[in-house]
């Protein structure tokens, strides 16, 4: 009888710095935008593409300002 192959398991990708940042800051925008800007001054985003820090930035700007409308 042959020996069943067992499939291995494949390593998850870790997440970086801003994938993180966008997970925890959905419900807590105001908060996220505060975050962002001081990791941002200490280096926390160096290996991150301009282009994504750009997307997360306007991501971040945007739920910001709708968190500011609905007070």
Same mark, same amino acid.
Request: proline fraction near 4%; charged fraction near 40%.
């Given at each position: ?34 975050? =962002? +800007? ?6 926390? =985003? ?10 997360? +930035?306007?991501?971040?700007r945007t739920f910001a300002a709708a968190e500011k409308g609905s007070e």
């Amino acid at each position: 009888m042959p020996a069943m192959l067992r499939k291995r398991k494949e390593r998850k990708p870790k997440k970086s710095v801003a994938e993180a940042l966008m997970r925890d800051m959905q419900e807590r925008p105001l908060r996220g935008w505060a975050m =962002f +800007e001081k990791l941002r001054e200490r280096g926390a =985003f160096e290996g991150v593409s301009q282009r994504d820090l750009m997307k997360l +930035e306007n991501m971040l700007r945007t739920f910001a300002a709708a968190e500011k409308g609905s007070e």
